[in-house]
Every structure is written in structure tokens, then in C-alpha cells.
């Protein structure tokens, strides 16, 4: 992921507003004498590898001789849990990558308003913060998408083109589970929620884009809404076994690799899959759609920034890191490079892509809009994880009113 939510994915997280102390942590890379050294904490993931990240680093180095850039790894945790360890520890890096800065939070990242590059970069001020931008991005990424095996089309009988319903989407699971084929591949980790949101947000929101900004206001609710609809849907997919209980004890990674290897039929994922699947040779043999909704087709395509940056305030090298973001959210190679390696998109930067990735352009292309949970629309901090929580219980037993019911009392004891 890139990512959900990843991608936290399928989405990009909070940080915690923490205390800065003064103690540091270190553990950095040794700084080389008469050099700027930058560190920067990113996400790894299969696509965004520390290879990768390494290989993209090592151009800006070469172009900018007095500048030294330090990966910071992140071992098991999160880039948002490592970045709160390092503020708290008096330790900041320069730069952090997946990280939504919040109207909580934001004094703890460099203000880029008066920045005038960052007019050209996408989605800056749907995630602006009072007017003021501290997010900047490489591209966008979309995720109201299901990918299919076509070779299990076939053999079922189904044509990918008739589905735009839920319950088409429904009829094609049972005839592709009596070809024997698990329907909707899916895994642990964060990916339950996130795919619940690539379903679900994409016909909510299309109905009504403010429905964050009531819910906020107390003006609607979870069990009052057709999220209701949609969690029935998902448990009833479980229980027809539509989507299988053990995956639960797949990481995000190895589900990606069933469902690659063709052991299902349908992966509800966003854009950043297509790389993916053009690593392992299988672009040709898979196809892909857009979400189908109870609503009107298509629905907007639930999406967010890809590959964000912040500068931290406490940035001893602000005014370098700040013109190295600047290189990686403008700069034509760096840019493409970062937009193929995981599957995103922005307009004026065209790349060599697969017949799968032309696909996912063309969805986009027709989407009437993208849905973006930033700004006003964001919810409240803690929420993609509550979301997942709540939504891995229906395959324990719970039910859609339980769950709604839940996400409602868990989000009224935050606000």
C-alpha cells in the first residue's frame, strides 16, 4: 500500500498531538561532515519497498551533492506510530510520509502556504487546514474498485460488464463459489475496513457528500444510514462464505498473493494494486471495475492523495527539507517514478502502464467525482481503526445493527 486506510491504507492516518521533550532517541544514520542530512520516516510496503525508497533518495543526492538523505525504518510499527515516538522523544525527523495533518495536530508540521509549488500538486486543499497548507502529495489514488480473475469469469459464466448492482454483484459471487472459487478475497490486518469503505463510502458519499460533516454534528447516524444496508451485505457474504473467515489470519501482503495466484475471484482493492499485479505477470489475465452500488452507476470513486509529505516544525534543517519535498511532489522523474511504482495517477504526468492500469484510468476518467475524507469531510481521529475493529466482528457473530449501534456509541465518546 501503498494504501485503505492503508494504507491505511485503501488510507492515510492522524498523528497524535503529543508533548515534545528533550530527550532524543537517536538511532539515525551517522550525519556526513560537511553535509545536510535529511530524515525522512516513509511506509513500506510491497510496492513502496526500502529498496525502492533507497533507489528514489540516491537520484535527489545525486543532483543536490551537499544534501544526504536518511531512511528512517520503522521495524513493525506504523510511519504515524514512529513519527509520535520521535516527537515525543524530542527526536523529530524532517520529513514523514503517509501522515494527515489535523486542525488538532497541525503546529507540529511546517506551514507551505506561502510555498506557491504546491498550487500545482493534487488535492492540497481539500486538505487544507484553515486555509493553510501543510499537506502536499504526488498524485491520487482511487479505491472503489474490484478487480476480477477473468479466467474465473469465464469458467462461471460471468460477464463482468452486466454488474452494476450489489445484487448482480451478489449473483456473480454464488456463480463463481460453485465453480469453486472463493468469491471476494480478503485478509487481516487493516484490510477489512478498508474494504467495507471502498464498498460502502463510494455509494454513501456519492448520495450525500457532507454525510462526515453531519455525523460530525450529530445531525445522522450510523444505524440511522444505509451503512446499515451495506454491513448487512457484508455479513451476508460471510455467511454465505463468500468471503472466508480464515483470511482474517492473512497479512495484507499475503492476501494480494492469493488472490494473484488465483485462488479467488474478486479483490475489492484501490489502484496502488495494479503494480502488483505487473510485478507478477498477471496484468493481462485480470480485470477490473468500478465498486457497484445500491445507487446510481457508477458512484464516485472513493480516493485520497498519494504518497503525502509533511516537513515537521522541530525540523533543524527546514528550509533543505522543504525543497526536497518540493523536488518529490514536482520533479517530472521523481514524480513518475513514484506515481508507476504504486499504481497512481495525476493529470499531466502520463506513464508507461499496463492494459490493467489504462483500465483503472478509464474508471477514473468516468467517475463523476472523487470522494476525499479530508478537511471538513475528515473524520474523526481514530476512526479507520474502530472501523476495522467493528467490522472484522461480523465474521464473530455480530450483527449490522450491532456494529452500527457500536461505531455510533464509539464515535459520540470522542466527540
Not at 526500502?50 to 551537499?66: M, N, R, V
Not at 484553515?130 to 474465473?152: C, D
Not at 472463493?182 to 455509494?203: I, K, R
Amino acid at each position: 500500500m501503498g494504501k485503505l486506510m492503508r494504507r491505511a491504507c485503501a488510507a492515510t492516518v492522524a498523528v497524535t498531538t503529543v508533548v515534545v521533550s528533550t530527550a532524543a532517541c537517536g538511532g539515525a544514520e551517522p550525519a556526513e561532515a560537511g553535509k545536510t542530512t535529511l530524515r525522512i520516516i516513509v511506509n513500506i510496503s510491497p510496492n513502496l519497498t526500502e529498496q525502492y525508497w533507497k533507489g528514489l533518495f540516491a537520484k535527489y543526492e545525486q543532483s543536490h551533492p551537499g544534501v544526504k538523505v536518511n531512511l528512517e525504518l520503522t521495524g513493525t510499527i506504523t510511519a504515524t506510530a514512529k513519527l509520535t515516538q520521535d516527537l515525543a522523544a524530542g527526536d523529530p525527523p524532517d520529513i514523514a510520509q503517509q501522515v494527515t495533518p489535523t486542525p488538532e495536530n497541525a503546529a507540529l508540521f511546517a506551514d507551505l502556504t506561502d510555498q506557491e509549488w504546491t498550487g500545482q500538486t493534487p488535492l492540497v486543499d481539500q486538505y487544507a487546514i484553515n486555509g493553510k497548507r501543510y499537506l502536499v502529495g504526488v498524485g491520487q489514488q482511487i479505491q472503489s474498485l474490484v478487480f476480477y480473475n477473468k479466467a474465473a469469469f469465464a469458467k462461471a459464466g460471468v460477464d463482468a460488464t452486466g454488474i452494476r448492482t450489489l445484487d448482480q454483484f451478489q449473483d456473480a459471487m454464488a456463480k463463481l463459489k460453485a465453480a469453486g472459487y472463493t468469491p471476494l478475497q480478503t485478509a487481516g490486518q487493516w484490510v477489512p475496513g478498508a474494504q467495507f469503505s471502498q464498498m460502502a463510502d463510494s455509494g454513501v458519499l456519492t448520495a450525500d457528500p457532507e454525510w462526515i460533516v453531519k455525523r460530525k454534528q450529530k445531525q445522522v447516524t450510523f444505524a440511522g444510514s444505509d451503512y446499515v444496508k451495506y454491513l448487512e451485505r457484508h455479513r451476508n457474504w460471510i455467511d454465505q462464505g463468500y468471503l472466508d473467515k480464515s483470511a482474517l489470519g492473512l497479512t495484507y501482503s499475503d492476501g494480494q498473493t492469493a488472490f494473484l495466484n488465483g485462488k479467488s475471484a474478486m479483490y475489492i482493492m484501490g489502484s496502488f494494486f495494479v503494480p502488483a499485479a505487473d510485478a507478477a505477470k498477471k496484468s493481462d489475465e485480470i480485470g477490473v471495475f468500478s465498486m457497484p452500488t445500491d445507487g446510481a452507476y457508477p458512484s464516485g470513486q472513493f480516493g485520497n492523495i498519494a504518497s503525502p509529505y509533511v516537513v515537521t516544525s522541530a525540523s533543524k534543517n527546514k528550509a533543505a527539507a522543504i525543497e526536497f519535498v518540493k523536488w518529490l511532489v514536482t520533479d517530472p522523474v521523481a514524480v513518475e517514478s513514484q506515481l508507476a511504482s504504486d499504481g497512481n495517477l495525476r493529470k499531466g504526468f502520463p506513464y508507461k502502464t499496463s492494459s490493467l492500469g489504462t483500465e483503472v484510468q478509464k474508471i477514473l476518467d468516468a467517475a463523476p467525482s472523487v470522494i476525499v475524507k479530508a478537511g471538513a469531510r475528515q473524520p474523526i481521529e481514530g476512526y479507520p481503526a474502530e472501523l476495522n475493529t467493528q467490522v472484522q466482528s461480523l465474521y464473530t457473530g455480530a450483527t449490522a445493527k450491532q456494529v452500527a449501534e457500536s461505531l455510533d456509541k464509539w464515535w459520540n465518546s470522542q466527540s
